[in-house]
């Protein structure tokens, strides 16, 4: 699971995807019980297009991936897709120092929020966080 650090250096690279306002990093896997046993890696609640949930299986590309659901709402495939293309440049850039200083960037600040109404009402967002964990939720600064 990448850390808030990393997300805002993700999301700070690319000025087309607009980073979402709260971002929910969970401690435990978001589990969905269909024919088999399904873990995700990051959830975009379509009704919310200002929240993105990130678990511990997610990874840099999962930032991408959601943030791209928030902001145009593509189909799995097209964002699947998209998200590796995008997450290329970024690896590439965090390779090469002296590229990555030419490059522009946006500034993509978050802060760990305290109890606001959202953090304490996960279950608005259809979200049953197992007993014990408590997810981190970082809200953007603007």
Partial sequence: MPSPEEIESILSKYYVVSPPKHV????????AFTDGLAFFRGLAPSWRKDVAIITPQGSDETV???ALHNNFGLSEIITDRAAKVLIMKHRF???????????????????????????????ALL????????????????
């Fill in 24 to 31: 929910f990093m969970l401690e435990r896997p978001a589990v």
């Fill in 64 to 66: 991408l991936h959601e």
């Fill in 93 to 123: 850039m965090e390779r090469h120092p002296l590229i990555k200083d030419l490059t522009p960037k946006r500034r993509v600040h978050y802060e760990l929020c305290h109890g606001c109404k959202l953090c304490s009402d996960l279950s």
């Fill in 127 to 142: 979200i049953r966080s197992p007993k014990g964990a408590s997810p981190q939720h970082l809200v953007l600064v603007e």
